[in-house]
């Protein structure tokens, strides 16, 4: 399900009425019943909810297992061969432990856990970074844009454990294209005259010279499958920071 023409995924996920300034001036006005943009009003804060009808509690995500602080990002080039995958914070010394997230108070059958990449600011915002991750994503073609597991009460518990993720670096030179697109596809088949895509290029070069390209958080969302839709039922929960190892232990190349 598509997010409504009027959310930019660069839009302070705080604040559910706030747009991007080239979204807005797109805007048509008609956006889609569900849930599913991080700009919508979740499912359960809604006065209409399930949750609210019935005096249920609300379904929320709890972290289980924080990932690692310290982690080695890696260019699409590097992905050949064997490397490690992103790993939780574990108390024991050589124990290995996976990032593991619990959705609780679900009253459906089932639910969806997503993860995405998002920036380490006190208002998170997609990143530029892709998320890599083998047997999570269900099959999605998201250009590694977030991975995906399938919870229950039978098949785990409601908790998802997410066992392959690794983080693929882009280059700082792509940064602004990679924003562009990602603006431009939110905007679906809206018509774009020339002050409109040039707005556009430059709210992109605003949010490329301003991301941190060597820290990012894990945002964890919870939906549900229902009448073909999928809806939100939860606010979303953020780990802590991942911070870039290979930045930590040499300077940045200037042109990466």
Not at 71 to 100: D, P, Q, V, W
Not at 115 to 135: A, D, F, I, W, Y
Not at 184 to 206: F, H, S, T
Request: hydrophobic share 30%; glycine share 6%; charged share 25%.
């Amino acid at each position: 399900m598509h997010q409504p023409i009027g959310s930019s995924p660069y839009s302070p996920e705080s604040s559910h009425s706030s747009s991007s300034p080239i979204s807005h001036s797109l805007s048509s006005g008609n956006s889609p019943i569900m849930c599913t943009s991080p700009n919508s009003a979740y499912l359960g804060n809604s006065p209409n909810s399930i949750a609210t009808r019935t005096g249920r509690q609300s379904p929320c995500l709890s972290i289980l297992n924080q990932p690692q602080c310290k982690f080695r990002f890696r260019y699409a080039s590097e992905m050949t061969g064997t490397h490690g995958c992103l790993m939780a914070e574990s108390k024991e010394r050589n124990k290995k432990e996976y990032i593991r997230v619990q959705l609780e108070g679900c009253q459906d059958r089932e639910a969806i856990i997503r993860c995405t990449l998002v920036t380490n600011s006190s208002k998170p915002v997609p990143h530029v970074h892709r998320l890599g991750g083998e047997g999570n994503s269900n099959g999605n073609t998201n250009e590694g844009e977030y991975q995906e597991i399938l919870v229950s009460a039978n098949k785990n518990e409601w908790i998802a454990t997410f066992s392959g993720l690794t983080i693929i670096h882009t280059a700082k030179k792509q940064v602004r294209e990679v924003v562009e697109r990602r603006l431009v596809n939110e905007l679906g088949n809206a018509p774009i005259n020339r002050n409109q895509g040039q707005q556009l290029k430059d709210e992109a070069d605003k949010i490329a010279n301003t991301m941190d390209l060597h820290s990012v958080k894990l945002k964890f969302e919870a939906f549900v499958e229902r009448n073909g839709f999928r809806e939100q039922i939860c606010p979303p929960e953020y780990s802590q920071a991942i911070h870039n190892l290979k930045r930590l232990a040499v300077k940045e190349d200037p042109e990466k």
